[in-house]
Antibody
Framework: QVQLQESGPGLVKPSETLSLTCTVS????????WSWIRQPPGKGLEWIGY???????NYFPSLKSRVTISVDTSKNQFSLKLGSVTAADTAVYYC???????????????WGQGALVTVSS | DIQMTQSPSSLSASVGARVTITCRAS??????LNWYQQKPGKAPKLLIY???SFQGGVPSRFSGSGSGTDFSLTISTLQPEDFATYYC?????????FGQGTKLEIK
């Protein structure tokens, strides 16, 4: 059973770069797309972007200038970097696997437990 | 971007009741609509994908329907563990977008 676990600093200063890593266990990172999704405290869910194990990416347009998602297949990990952060980037950040079936589209499952990142000086 | 609008935003219901949550897309998304359940402090959990396909392990009291722009999630007989927030999400095109959520509370 595939499990995902986010890791990284829980506190980031304004204007600096948020960095998180998602470690995939119980299965291979190969042959899938992997997403980052965030949720500000008390608010809804926002998709940030995905990466294919081959390295191709797709980002939410409003975040595209600040986001980089990368993959390390040798470590079964993928990572998120979000630059020039502000308080508005304070959120729980989730990693998830993208699944696909023709005529059903894409869905996120499983999810990591989430990592709260607070942007504050 | 495709906008997803859920209604109602919150709902009070009793154990044993039948409830329906609706989700409307700003354009046709075929059947590329998913439903998630989220409990406080927990990650979202997939319930339904492709508008009506069950994720393994999800109780049969949950069902999804719809296509095009209008979708619904129905819980046939509410159980205490069903009180949570529910989100719809479209995967017809990127950026993938979620509805604002429907908070289901105990009456």
């Amino acid at each position: 059973q595939v499990q995902l676990q986010e890791s990284g600093p829980g506190l980031v200063k304004p204007s600096e770069t948020l960095s998180l890593t998602c470690t995939v266990s119980g299965g291979s990172i190969n042959n899938y797309y992997w997403s980052w999704i965030r949720q500000p405290p008390g608010k809804g869910l926002e998709w940030i972007g995905y990466i294919h194990y081959s390295g191709s990416t797709n980002y939410f347009p409003s975040l595209k200038s600040r986001v980089t998602i990368s993959v390390d297949t040798s470590k079964n990990q993928f990572s998120l970097k979000l630059g020039s952060v502000t308080a508005a980037d304070t959120a729980v950040y989730y990693c998830a696997r993208d699944n696909y079936y023709d005529t059903r589209g894409w869905w996120f499952d499983p999810w990591g437990q989430g990592a709260l990142v607070t942007v504050s000086s | 971007d495709i906008q997803m609008t859920q209604s109602p935003s919150s709902l009070s219901a009793s154990v044993g009741a039948r409830v329906t949550i609706t989700c409307r897309a700003s354009q046709s998304i075929s059947s590329y609509l998913n439903w998630y359940q989220q409990k406080p402090g927990k990650a979202p959990k997939l319930l339904i994908y492709g508008a009506s396909s069950f994720q393994g392990g999800v109780p049969s009291r949950f069902s999804g329907s719809g296509s095009g722009t209008d979708f619904s999630l129905t819980i046939s007989t509410l159980q205490p563990e069903d009180f949570a927030t529910y989100y719809c999400q479209q995967s017809y095109s990127t950026p993938y977008t979620f509805g604002q959520g429907t908070k289901l509370e105990i009456k």
